[in-house]
């Protein structure tokens, strides 16, 4: 969430940023209640130790034999009016937390107001393939191949489901062993968190209360453990030190997990979206870090670099977009996106988000260091990217590298992994 102070002290200026995100939203209640909070929290505050101070005077006037009825009438009348001021604080607190948690975190001020229509292609890689024969498109050419088997993933689970077969199946394995083996040796750290999260770690990384139905929740007992099926490792990474005050001497903390990543999000019946390119459940590999906040534009830089890096191993056409401020998640300050090319359809398609979070993660889950030389505690920043998510990397690569027999050519990166350089029927 933001700092309150800049709702509390530049609310003009705060609903003008987060305006460039398409959240128009009048602060000004949220001012007047924090107001009033402040000024009943002290009067309340005031009549709890005025009967605090009461309540002493009461064993020395009936040691003096005095009558203390009036005493424990005024003390009846606090009490009252004490507990009114609890219901009216409560009411006060939850209506202000409602928005307050509710918003977008606040972009960065390089970038552009306004949806994707506003992005930018900061660098392209490659030149797109040509072909000197009918190319095939990926669904196809997967099937083809028996790499892919769509009928009978959505026999088992219904659509946006596929099943990886034979050589399929190892090229996606030899693609999250190529990524595991990448990170491992830039000295990260490898975490395979629980599928299974609580509703702090989706309140911590930013996506509840907003977007608790884009998520599968969990049935019967765990439901009311509010337990729900990760959509991304980030989530679960983001919070693994929530409440907690990290020594500085850990930053920058540079951490990866494998998962598959479970969201409600359907295949359309738009030619873009067919096969693998939107489903239900896909692989992802995620980097996180968590960066001081002098060091954290160059731990984006690093990841963002990260990324690229693994797409033009695999020797693909791709470009990198700076999302402008509409088009990132709300979560985020700032956003560049690896697209790779799909021929078949004529455009690209984000195989990684690079995002920093700047403290927003971190002020909603409680996640802080001790500065060594000021012994006061900070706020950390938290930044992710998919390093990367394979079920737009398959049909990129049995797209652009396709032969006019049919097959497909491996890329040389993941050969290794393989066993093979060529899928053919």
Same mark, same amino acid.
């Given at each position: 969430?933001?700092?309150?102070?800049?709702?509390?002290?530049?609310?003009?200026?705060?609903?003008?940023?987060?305006?460039?995100?398409?959240?128009?939203?009048? *602060?000004?209640?949220?001012?007047?209640?924090?107001?009033?909070?402040?000024?009943?929290?002290?009067?309340?505050?005031?009549?709890?130790?005025?009967?605090?101070?009461?309540?002493?005077?009461?064993?020395?006037?009936?040691?003096?034999?005095g009558d203390?009825?009036?005493?424990f009438?005024?003390?009846?009348?606090l009490?009252?009016?004490?507990?009114? =001021?609890?219901?009216?604080?409560?009411?006060?607190?939850?209506?202000?937390?409602?928005?307050?948690?509710?918003?977008?975190?606040?972009?960065?001020?390089?970038l552009?107001?306004?949806?994707?229509?506003?992005?930018?292609?900061?660098?392209?890689?490659?030149?797109?393939?040509?072909?000197?024969?009918?190319?095939?498109?990926?669904?196809d050419?997967?099937?083809?191949?028996?790499?892919?088997?769509?009928?009978?993933?959505?026999?088992?689970?219904?659509?946006?489901?596929?099943?990886y077969?034979?050589?399929?199946?190892?090229?996606?394995?030899?693609?999250?062993?190529?990524?595991?083996?990448t990170?491992?040796?830039?000295?990260?750290?490898f975490?395979?968190?629980?599928?299974?999260?609580?509703?702090?770690?989706?309140?911590?990384?930013?996506?509840?209360?907003?977007?608790?139905?884009?998520?599968?929740?969990?049935?019967?007992?765990?439901r009311?453990?509010?337990?729900?099926?990760?959509?991304?490792?980030?989530?679960?990474?983001?919070?693994?030190?929530?409440?907690?005050?990290m020594?500085?001497?850990?930053l920058?903390?540079?951490?990866?997990a494998?998962?598959?990543?479970?969201?409600?999000?359907?295949?359309?019946?738009?030619?873009?979206?067919?096969?693998?390119?939107?489903?239900?459940?896909?692989?992802?590999?995620?980097?996180?870090q968590?960066?001081?906040?002098?060091?954290?534009?160059?731990?984006?830089?690093?990841? %963002?670099?990260?990324?690229?890096?693994?797409?033009?191993?695999?020797?693909?056409?791709?470009?990198?977009s700076?999302? =402008?401020?509409?088009?990132?998640?709300?979560?985020?300050?700032?956003?560049?996106?690896?697209? %790779?090319?799909?021929?078949?359809?004529?455009i690209?398609?984000?195989?990684?988000? %690079?995002?920093?979070?700047?403290?927003?993660?971190?002020?909603?889950?409680?996640?802080?260091?001790?500065?060594? %030389?000021?012994?006061?505690?900070?706020?950390?920043?938290?930044?992710?990217?998919?390093? *990367?998510?394979?079920s737009?990397?398959?049909?990129?690569?049995?797209?652009?590298?396709?032969n006019?027999?049919?097959?497909?050519?491996?890329?040389?990166?993941?050969?290794?992994?393989t066993?093979?350089?060529?899928?053919?029927?």
């Amino acid at each position: 969430m933001i700092d309150f102070n800049l709702i509390r002290n530049e609310r003009e200026k705060t609903e003008a940023a987060l305006a460039k995100k398409g959240c128009v939203v009048d *602060l000004k209640p949220v001012v007047e209640w924090d107001a009033e909070l402040r000024r009943l929290k002290q009067a309340a505050e005031e009549m709890k130790a005025k009967r605090n101070a009461r309540s002493k005077e009461i064993p020395k006037i009936k040691k003096a034999g005095g009558d203390v009825e009036a005493i424990f009438a005024e003390m009846r009348e606090l009490g009252d009016k004490i507990a009114e =001021a609890d219901v009216k604080l409560d009411e006060l607190d939850t209506k202000i937390k409602e928005v307050w948690y509710s918003l977008p975190n606040i972009p960065d001020e390089d970038l552009e107001a306004g949806g994707k229509e506003f992005n930018r292609v900061i660098r392209v890689s490659g030149d797109k393939p040509e072909f000197s024969f009918e190319p095939k498109n990926h669904v196809d050419l997967c099937a083809s191949l028996g790499l892919i088997d769509y009928e009978r993933g959505a026999k088992l689970s219904g659509g946006g489901f596929w099943i990886y077969r034979g050589k399929g199946a190892v090229l996606e394995w030899a693609l999250i062993n190529y990524f595991i083996e990448t990170h491992l040796k830039d000295g990260y750290e490898f975490v395979l968190p629980p599928h299974q999260l609580g509703y702090n770690a989706g309140f911590g990384a930013g996506q509840f209360p907003k977007f608790e139905d884009e998520v599968y929740w969990l049935e019967g007992e765990d439901r009311k453990k509010n337990r729900f099926m990760l959509p991304t490792a980030e989530t679960a990474l983001v919070n693994m030190y929530a409440g907690e005050i990290m020594d500085e001497s850990m930053l920058p903390l540079k951490l990866f997990a494998y998962t598959p990543c479970y969201r409600k999000e359907a295949g359309s019946y738009r030619s873009e979206e067919r096969g693998m390119i939107r489903g239900h459940q896909f692989n992802k590999v995620e980097m996180v870090q968590y960066a001081h906040p002098a060091h954290s534009a160059e731990a984006f830089e690093e990841l %963002v670099n990260k990324a690229a890096a693994l797409v033009e191993g695999l020797g693909l056409h791709f470009r990198i977009s700076k999302l =402008a401020a509409g088009d990132c998640s709300a979560s985020m300050a700032r956003t560049y996106d690896i697209e %790779v090319w799909i021929p078949s359809m004529g455009i690209y398609k984000e195989v990684s988000s %690079v995002s920093n979070a700047n403290d927003y993660q971190a002020r909603r889950s409680n996640t802080r260091f001790r500065d060594h %030389v000021t012994g006061k505690t900070q706020f950390v920043h938290t930044l992710n990217g998919s390093g *990367l998510a394979t079920s737009r990397l398959i049909p990129a690569i049995v797209e652009q590298f396709q032969n006019a027999d049919g097959s497909v050519t491996v890329p040389d990166a993941l050969v290794k992994y393989t066993g093979f350089s060529k899928i053919e029927k």
